[in-house]
Structure formats: structure tokens, C-alpha cells
């Protein structure tokens, strides 16, 4: 054995937990990412304004509340991801949902309580969004429609039946529960984040401790060897996309509730926001990686700096462009990580 070779042998495992080192700080990007902002606007506020923001029982609310929306699309999106495919079609699938819900919710506040209507209204708005979802997993699967094409064209039919529907303007709800559910508070928490929060563990808990999220992970990283291990694959792809939708089913739902109105246009500038909490979170557009926690983390990046600027008195625009470069350091980090890692 050469001096040489001896040498890259004594260097190798220095080496080698540096690369570790890196990858395991990659991997919480999204978290490092949030602290420097709350730190951040921490600082500015106590600077400019003499008060705290982190700590305010108000400015915590606010952040939660932006982040429902685009957090519950990125939960669904979260796992079509991790499979390799994208949904382009939840935003549209939201406002589908919202308009549905108002609608359904006044009919059966004709005849029926207004608890039971406001059932009535939750439960129709989402199983209309299953429908869309099915479509997405029947084209995908079945017939091998590239993700982006299928869901891009769902994305164009769910927002003309919900603009039809709608009659091309809102549909305001008159239900004093629906408003309740979408306004009220428990223990001083909003409802709309209660919510969130349980559907949130439940995700996580299917992703990381069930059949269904091991093969999720399968498919992502290699969908030949998934079949090979004898997973059904397109019967899998096409729950992915049931699951996506439902997602954006209730956050249609919430966010009828929230501003007692349906809008088709509900969930439109969702869209970028939604991909976005999944990518910053860690998850890999390859496929193979990512976690609902991570996603969180990635909803919550985006809710503070949406809200950070608006608290500081940034013009709103400067959202799109700071959410932009998060999104572009996330996807540089990724194929770092993913280099280092060994991955092609």
C-alpha cells in the first residue's frame, strides 16, 4: 500500500463525518431558516419599535393563521412529492371546495339546523374535492400522464367549474356555526389552528409509522424496485392524489368558514406557497425525502415573512421575491445535500 493511499485512509473518516456534519444541518435548513428570521424581526422590532415580536401572544396568532391554508395544501402535496410526482391542481381543488361548502351550507340551512347544515356544507366540500383528485390519479396512473401535465389541466377544469358554480363572484354563507368554526376560539387558540394541528399529527403519524408512508418513501426513491418488492403501484399513486385533494378540500372548507364566503380564487396564490413549505422543508423534488414536520417548518418560514414584512412596513411585493430566494437556497442546499450523500 502506497504512503498516498495510506494517507486518503487516515483522511477518510475525518472526511466522512464532515460530510454527515453537513448533511444532518441540511436537513433542518428549514428550521435554521425560521430561527434567523424570528431573530431577525425580533431584533428589528425591539430596535425600531421597543417591543417584542416573537413573544406576542397576538403577532403568534396572526403567523398561525397565515399558515393554515398553505400549510394543509403542502400537507397533501407533501406526500405526492415524496412519490415524485407534483400537484399543480390544489389551489384550484380549494376554491372548488370552498364554493361548494357556502352552497351546500345555505341549501341545507333551508330545512335543516344550522349545525347539521354546517355538516352538510363541510362533508360535501369534501367529497367534491375527491373528484378532482380521482381524475389526477386515474390520468397519472393509469393512463401515464406526467404529473405536471395532468394535474396542470385539473388545475384549468377545477377553476372553470368553480368560477362557473360560483357565478364568478363569492357566495357568502349565513350560517352561525360555519362562522363559529371558521372565528371561534379554544382557550384563546383559533379553531381554524386547532384543527390544522390534529390533522397535522395525523399526517405525520402516516407518514412516519405506516405501511402507507413506507411505500410513499419506496415509490419516490425507486418506483421499479417498489414494484419489484410487490407494491402496487398504481393503485398507491392514485390514494396519493385522493389524499392531495382531500387536503385541499378542507383547507376550502376552513376557508369558508374563516371569511364566511366560498371564492373560487380561494386557493390561487396558495399554489407557490404550498410547494414552496414542501421544498424548504427538506423534501426533494427527485422524490425519496422529506417529512411532514419539515413541511411545517416550511409553512411557517413562509407565514413569517409574509407577516415579518407587513409588521415592518415592507411593501407586500417584497413577499414574492423573499419567498423566491428561500425557495432557491432550499433547492441548492438539496442537491448539495443530495451530492454529498452519494445520490446522483
Not at 167 to 184: E, H, I, K, R
Request: aromatic letters at 10%.
Amino acid at each position: 500500500m502506497s504512503a498516498h493511499t495510506s494517507t486518503e485512509s487516515r483522511a477518510d473518516p475525518t472526511q466522512s463525518r464532515s460530510r454527515q456534519l453537513i448533511v444532518r444541518i441540511a436537513a433542518l435548513r428549514a428550521w435554521l431558516f425560521l430561527a434567523l428570521l424570528l431573530i431577525f424581526f425580533e431584533t428589528w422590532s425591539r430596535v425600531s419599535y421597543g417591543q417584542t415580536f416573537l413573544f406576542s401572544a397576538y403577532n403568534a396568532q396572526s403567523i398561525a393563521i397565515f399558515a393554515v391554508a398553505p400549510l394543509l395544501l403542502a400537507l397533501g402535496s407533501t406526500f405526492v412529492i415524496i412519490s415524485g410526482g407534483i400537484d399543480l391542481s390544489v389551489g384550484f381543488i380549494m376554491g372548488l371546495a370552498a364554493v361548494i361548502a357556502a352552497h351546500a351550507t345555505n341549501l341545507a340551512g333551508h330545512s335543516l339546523p344550522p349545525f347539521a347544515a354546517m355538516l352538510v356544507g363541510i362533508l360535501a366540500g369534501l367529497l367534491v374535492a375527491l373528484g378532482p383528485g380521482f381524475v389526477n390519479g386515474f390520468l397519472i396512473s393509469k393512463l401515464k400522464v406526467p404529473p405536471f401535465i395532468g394535474t396542470l389541466g385539473m388545475f384549468g377544469v377545477a377553476r372553470g367549474v368553480a368560477f362557473l358554480l360560483a357565478g364568478g363572484t363569492t357566495v357568502p354563507v349565513a350560517n352561525a356555526w360555519f362562522a363559529s368554526l371558521g372565528n371561534g376560539r379554544i382557550f384563546g387558540i383559533p379553531v381554524i389552528v386547532v384543527i390544522t394541528i390534529l390533522f397535522v399529527l395525523l399526517m405525520h403519524y402516516v407518514l412516519s409509522q405506516t405501511r402507507f408512508g413506507q411505500h410513499t418513501y419506496a415509490i419516490g426513491a425507486n418506483e421499479q424496485a417498489a414494484i419489484r418488492s410487490g407494491i402496487n403501484v398504481p393503485r398507491h399513486i392514485r390514494k396519493l392524489y385522493l389524499l392531495s385533494a382531500l387536503c385541499a378540500g378542507l383547507g376550502g372548507v376552513l376557508y369558508a368558514a374563516r371569511f364566511t364566503a366560498g371564492a373560487a380564487q380561494a386557493g390561487e396564490p396558495l399554489l407557490l406557497d404550498s410547494i414552496a413549505a414542501v421544498v424548504i422543508g427538506g423534501a426533494s423534488l427527485f422524490g425519496g425525502s422529506g417529512t411532514i414536520l419539515g413541511t411545517v417548518a416550511g409553512a411557517l418560514v413562509i407565514a413569517v415573512i409574509q407577516y415579518g414584512l407587513v409588521f415592518i412596513n415592507v411593501e407586500p411585493f417584497w413577499q414574492f421575491v423573499a419567498v423566491g430566494v428561500v425557495i432557491i437556497i432550499s433547492v441548492l442546499v438539496d442537491q448539495t445535500q443530495r451530492k454529498l450523500g452519494g445520490d446522483r
